[in-house]
Every structure is written in structure tokens, then in C-alpha cells.
């Protein structure tokens, strides 16, 4: 009983009782910071068509996490067919810098050369993005992924013309495909590098595409720079003519906790001492 009293207090004192690790989106229509989204393009049928959504913020990311269950496979195909091969996908984000106060960070993406889980958690066979070429163009950047809509009801789906994308749209403001910058010509692939790789025949019928991840980072004295921070495995399956399922997965390079959650911890150490103290003293009198 005295356990119990233990933990029920020390939840609630935290505000831990509901917690939950959902990769529920900030914002029902535009990428709050910390949030990544995921695009897919393609000008293959002769317009511009995208699908974007919104996976949730980078910090609630796990080792080996399943979001799956944020894509949906009946709408790439609505969208794209089911035929995927060539269709380019990149996942952004931009967050404010807790250190560097005032300061914003980029998430993008580039290719893994060495395919799913070859090496597991470390940058080897990956390429490092370009440095970007300074602050404002992070700026710039983070505030095209702030401006990409993705709360139209239909996770950010765009069937414009090949020259009119939409506003507002993946290809408008981050890129068309692994090869072209957005549509206007600017955007976050000419300011801080195209993040797209282009899915291919994962060998049984299906796509895949395996695409690392890199937090830009300001150093100080040494510029700006990208750091290695885990990968993305996208596998959709394909069974008689028509798209079946998907497997979308993250690993980072380290379950590291957020600086946050060392506060977190330290807090609930001193606070349950606190109680064991209170409940010895009661026990005692």
C-alpha cells in the first residue's frame, strides 16, 4: 500500500500520469517547431503532385520507432498510382536552439548509400550535406517548412499544374524532386540543400528508400555545420497491381535523453526522497 502511495503521489506531483509517446502532430495545419514532416513528389503524369504530412516533433523519436500508421497507403496510390518508382521523398524540420538562445536549427534529410541498418546507428556510408552557407539561409528555410500546409484534410495532397504547384505546397517550398529545387526556384533546397532520395524496387514487387537524417548546428567559432543523427527505412509493399501496406522506421544514433528530461529525473529523485522521508516520519510517530 505504502508503495502505491508512493507512486501515485510522485505522478502526480510530476504530472506523468497521462503521458504518452503518440507521434501526434503540434498543429492541424502547419509544422510547429520541433515537428518533422515527410514529402513525397513526382511530375511524372505532367502536373505537380505532392503529399506531405506531419510525423510528429523529433524529440518524441525512439530507437527503432514504428510510424507506419502515419502514411497512408490508399492515398499515395490515389495520388501517385502503384507504381512508386521514381516518386521523390525527404522529411524536414526546423526547431529553436535551446542553447543558442534565439538561434533555429534544420532537420533534412539526404540518401543512405549503404542501404537499411548497414552500419546500425552510425554515419558511415552516409553523405554529410553541403554546410549551410549561413544563418539566414536556416532562417529562410525554417520558415518554408513553417509555411508548408498540410492541414487541408487530406495531409497536405497537391494536384496542381506543372506551373502552378500550389502555395503553400512541398513542391513549392521545399523541392520537386531529388533534382530540382521548388518550383519558384528558391526554397529550402537552394537555401540548405535538396533532401530528397527517389524510391526504387525494393526487389518483390514493392518500393524502398532509406534516407539519413542531419541536425544543422550552430557552433560557434566553426561555422554552421550538419551532425549525423539517425535514419529513416521506408518500405511499401505491393500485392496484385495495387499498393498493400508500408513500413516507415526510425533509429537514431543514441537513445540520448533530452537535456529536459535530465531535469525531469533529477526532480522526481529528490521529490521521492522527500516522501520516503515524510511517510518514515509518520510511520515513526
Known amino acids: 500500500m505504502k508503495n502505491q502511495l508512493y507512486k501515485a503521489a510522485l505522478l502526480a506531483a510530476l504530472g506523468l500520469g497521462s503521458i504518452s509517446a503518440a507521434h501526434a502532430q503540434s498543429d492541424p495545419s502547419y509544422p510547429a517547431a520541433g515537428d518533422l514532416v515527410i514529402g513525397f513528389s513526382s511530375t511524372a503524369a505532367g502536373v505537380t503532385q505532392d503529399y506531405d504530412v506531419d510525423i510528429g516533433q523529433v524529440s518524441a523519436l525512439t530507437v527503432d520507432d514504428n510510424l507506419s500508421a502515419d502514411l497512408s497507403v490508399s492515398t499515395l ?44 546507428y552510425t554515419s558511415a556510408d552516409s553523405t554529410t550535406p553541403t554546410k549551410p552557407a549561413s544563418n539566414g539561409a536556416i532562417t529562410t528555410s525554417a520558415g518554408d517548412i513553417a509555411s508548408l500546409d498540410v492541414g487541408d484534410g487530406q495531409n497536405g495532397i497537391n494536384k496542381g499544374t506543372s506551373s502552378s504547384p500550389g502555395a503553400g505546397s512541398w513542391s513549392d517550398l ?30 518483390s514487387g514493392g518500393y524502398t528508400l532509406n534516407l539519413d537524417m542531419y541536425e544543422d548546428n550552430n557552433s560557434g567559432t ?41 531535469g525531469l529525473c533529477a526532480g522526481a529523485g529528490l521529490l521521492l526522497l522527500g516522501l520516503r522521508r515524510q511517510f518514515s516520519s509518520h510511520k515513526s510517530a
Open 77 to 120: 496510390q490515389s495520388i501517385f498510382g502503384a507504381n512508386l518508382a521514381g516518386v521523390s521523398v525527404g522529411v524536414v524540420g526546423y526547431n529553436n536552439d535551446p542553447v543558442l538562445l534565439g538561434d533555429t536549427d534544420l532537420y533534412r534529410t539526404t540518401t543512405r548509400n549503404a542501404g537499411p541498418y548497414t552500419p546500425a
Open 174 to 203: 521545399i523541392a520537386q524532386s531529388s533534382t530540382t529545387v521548388a518550383f519558384s526556384g528558391t526554397g529550402l533546397a537552394t537555401e540548405a540543400g535538396n533532401p530528397m532520395g527517389v524510391l526504387v524496387s525494393n526487389g
Open 222 to 262: 566553426a561555422g554552421r555545420t550538419y551532425v549525423y543523427q539517425g535514419y529513416f527505412n521506408l518500405d511499401i509493399s505491393s500485392s496484385g497491381g495495387n499498393l498493400s501496406s508500408d513500413s516507415f522506421t526510425y533509429d537514431p544514433t543514441a537513445a540520448v535523453p533530452e537535456p529536459g528530461t535530465y
